[in-house]
């Protein structure tokens, strides 16, 4: 692994710790900070060949170049010191870059604005970059959103973008930066991880930029040529941010499956399952056991679930731009896996289904001892439902990932459909597993461990290599009982008998001593 | 003041004081001094003013007449003719709010079960790390033996960047892009609770054993910490520990110090 550290690059990092604050009067002020905190991704010649760099996609920016995605100014323009110094500060959501604006102070982010420039000449000979003027805010409201939807079409967004918006176009299986590394198209219903921000202002400065080294180009010129008006690429900008919720979702610990007053909701698309809330559970490549995966597809996976006192359902929506095995996303998976190959190892091969499990501990755990989240352990093994697009749903038994069996198809049912870059999937199964110790039982009332991963075949997803998450919760509710009304109105009629007797007490004491005291009083 | 001088208005006043003191001093003050600090538990608030009352209920009963005269308010609103709307107030009001409280105490909650998690357990005397008997009782990161340790530094950053970063992130804060994936949230290095209160021989513990090396009360289930002496050898351990401590500017705990170290 140290190949690919320059021999420079590490005297310098040692010169740098060794060397007293008084040596360094002549040294860049940016490049402490910058050799200490930044190095690491980006590299300490700021070429982007960091110890990190292979383990993390998208890589880090290759300051050589002077390209810079997230920016005010025009398209190919280089970014002015405040674009610079907002990445910095706020980091880019959707990739490894954090922000530092609560790390470092302002003279330190400052100075790595300036050092960042000095790794690229460009900043010499070309001019003061100017942001662009992007006018006032235009549009917006339901009308503003309908013409964005019609800007969508014309201006062809959906050709990457996808029809619904989730990174599913057609070119999307192909699409590589700059440095022919994989890049995915947005998934425009994820806000939240968009690198230069989700509001509307943000996609609209996305929109008039572009973003430099990438596949996504700047529709300025849609203006100049007459294509769109300002207002039009706003409410452009209005309809992508509808794309996503209202609110960024937060992972909420339980999961609740409420007890439905009908009959339960069956296929996923039934309009039933609107009635029931749904819970973002948030997933990140599996690095914890060999091989590790650092490029996962599915970045997290939408829950819902139900029961009726009998049987569990749960429906599971995730996004992943195909539906695998999918041969024209072939040169996209072996792009990834070559990425990927340096470190963890020979890939998992073509032709992978998509899949999802939902892990449960085999026995509901007495006291809080859980099975490990990632396939159990050998004193508490999980159990797990298993779903692949190509064979369906089975159930599974396990000590561990390395020691599972499968238990064959079961009694848990299942019903996919794959729509326009969405998985939506329901599995049901009844609460009751008989005497079978290795299948969990349901009970309701109380909160069940469950655990999801998830694989995209596509994208070369397959066993360790794929989504996980660590435990959650799932709740089944029960009727409220009548003694939750009943006990307070106990309570809060018995504290006013007890405060009447007090009181009553209270005034007859004072009554009998009143009687008491002015006797003799008056007897004077 | 007139109010403050009465031992049921001083009584009122301390029990709030010392509210705001636990609940929010605690918390505040201190960064004000350039000092660290935590919030206070809500059970370890409550015991605190469970004690500041019972110290109030002696200070009110000194001697009886203080003791009189703390009463008093009380005795006159329950006695008073002209207290008589107040009484009556009251005496729905507390009523209502008593069953409001049962109320909430009772109604069906989706809550996760609370788990008590030791985020520092006590570490096994010794370990067996590949193959190999490690006593972590007095043991000290070797590569600190020599003097110099920048390359040392350089090392455990690649081994960090390499293998850490996703979850605990680049400030060695907790935060990195892996870290919303997990509960518990990674550790954050740059918080004084974690490796600065510890010798490198138990953050060599937690690093070679990982979530599932520890003990139950550390909650190995939920874990994500891998297991790295699959991963890493012994010196790619030692040498990220120094980088920890170094980048996050910290020292660590040494045996010398404390023969205990470690053991909380």
Not at chain 1, 68 to 94: H, K, W
Not at chain 1, 461 to 468: D, F, K, P, Q, V
Not at chain 2, 8 to 33: K, W
Not at chain 2, 115 to 143: C, E, K
Request: net charge negative; hydrophobic share 40%.
């Amino acid at each position: 692994m140290r190949a690919f550290v320059s021999s420079a690059g590490l005297v310098a990092a040692a010169i740098a710790l060794a060397a007293p604050l008084a040596a360094q009067d002549a040294e860049h002020p940016g490049k402490a900070p910058y050799d200490k905190w930044c190095s690491g991704c980006h590299g300490v010649e700021g070429d982007g060949q960091g110890y990190g760099t292979e383990y993390m996609l998208p890589r880090p920016r290759d300051f050589t170049q002077a390209l810079y995605q997230i920016r005010t100014t025009e398209s190919g323009g280089l970014p002015t010191d405040a674009d610079i110094l907002a990445v910095i500060d706020d980091g880019m959501p959707g990739t490894a870059m954090p922000g530092w604006r609560e790390r470092l102070t302002r003279d330190e982010r400052d100075a790595l604005v300036d050092y960042l420039k000095t790794f690229s000449r460009f900043f010499e000979t070309e001019g003061t970059p100017q942001a662009l003027d992007l006018g006032r805010p235009l549009g917006g409201g339901a009308d503003g959103i309908a013409a964005g939807r019609e800007v969508f079409e014309r201006v062809e967004c959906w050709k990457c973008h996808g029809d619904a918006g989730r990174g599913d176009g057609t070119s999307a299986p192909d699409m590589t930066d700059d440095n022919d590394d994989p890049i995915r198209p947005a998934d425009l219903s994820e806000p939240w991880m968009f690198n230069g921000g989700g509001t509307v202002e943000d996609i609209y400065r996305r929109l008039r930029t572009g973003l430099d080294g990438t596949p996504m180009p700047s529709s300025s010129d849609l203006i100049t040529s007459g294509v769109a008006s300002e207002e039009e690429l706003w409410n452009l900008a209005h309809y992508v941010r509808s794309l996503g919720p209202e609110t960024f979702p937060e992972p909420a610990e339980v999961i609740r499956a409420d007890l439905a007053e009908g009959a339960l909701p069956d296929s996923p698309g039934d309009a039933e399952w609107a009635g029931y809330e749904r819970f973002w559970v948030p997933l990140v490549g599996q690095i914890l056991v060999a091989p590790r995966w650092f490029a996962p597809s599915v970045d997290g996976v939408w829950v819902q679930a139900a029961h009726d006192g009998r049987e569990l359902a749960l429906r599971l929506s995730w996004h992943d731009p195909s539906q695998s095995p999918d041969s024209i996303w072939d040169a996209w998976r072996q792009l990834v896996e070559a990425s990927m190959r340096p470190v963890e190892g020979e890939p998992a091969g073509p032709d992978l289904p998509d899949a999802l499990s939902v892990q449960f501990p085999a026995v509901m755990p007495d006291g809080r001892e859980l099975p490990f989240f990632l396939g159990g352990d050998s004193r508490r093994p999980a159990y797990t439902w298993l779903w692949n697009a190509a064979d369906g749903v089975s159930e599974a038994f396990g000590r561990g990932l390395a020691d599972t069996e499968s238990l064959g198809a079961g009694d848990v049912s299942a019903q996919a459909e794959f729509d326009d870059g969405e998985w939506r999937l329901v599995m049901r199964r009844t609460l009751d597993a008989g005497d079978d110790d290795r299948r969990l039982s349901f009970v309701t009332g109380e909160a069940i461990p469950v655990a999801f991963r998830v694989w995209d075949g596509n994208n070369g997803e397959a066993g360790t290599r794929g989504s996980i998450s660590s435990w959650y919760y799932v709740h089944l509710t029960e009727p409220t009982p009548a003694s939750t009304y009943a006990y307070p109105v106990i309570a809060a009629v018995l504290s006013a008998l007890l405060g009447l007797l007090i009181v009553r007490r209270a005034q007859s004491a004072s009554a009998t001593s009143e009687d008491a005291h002015p006797a003799p009083a008056g007897a004077v | 003041m007139r109010y403050l001088k009465h031992p049921l208005g001083a009584a009122v006043a301390i029990m709030v004081g010392s509210y705001l003191l636990i609940d929010f001093g605690i918390v505040y003050i201190p960064p004000l001094l350039g000092m660290d600090s935590a919030p206070v538990p809500n059970s370890v608030v409550l015991q605190y003013l469970a004690t500041v009352f019972a110290g109030v209920l002696i200070l009110a009963s000194w001697n009886d007449e203080r003791w009189a005269e703390f009463k008093r308010p009380f005795q006159e609103t329950m006695v008073l003719p002209e207290r008589r709307t107040l009484r009556s107030i009251l005496m729905v009001a507390l009523p209502l709010l008593i069953g409001l409280f049962v109320f909430l105490q009772v109604r069906p909650t989706v809550a996760a079960p609370s788990t008590l998690r030791s985020i520092h357990p006590a570490p096994p005397s010794q370990i067996d790390f590949r193959g190999r008997t490690m006593v972590l009782a007095g043991l000290n990161n070797p590569l600190r033996a020599d003097g110099s340790i920048s390359e040392d530094y350089e090392e455990g950053k690649r081994v960090y960047y390499q293998n850490c970063l996703p979850c605990h992130g680049d400030a060695l804060a907790g935060d990195g892009h892996y870290a919303r994936g997990f509960n518990p949230a990674p550790l954050s290095f740059d918080d004084v609770g974690t490796i600065a209160q510890l010798t490198e021989s138990f953050v060599f513990w937690r690093v070679a054993k990982g979530g599932p090396g520890l003990p139950v009360e550390g909650t190995p289930w939920h874990s994500a910490m891998p297991v790295w002496e699959d991963f890493l050898t012994e010196d790619e351990i030692w040498s990220v520990i120094v980088f920890m401590y170094e980048q996050a500017g910290h020292s660590p705990r040494t045996w010398e110090e404390d023969e205990e170290g470690g053991e909380h």
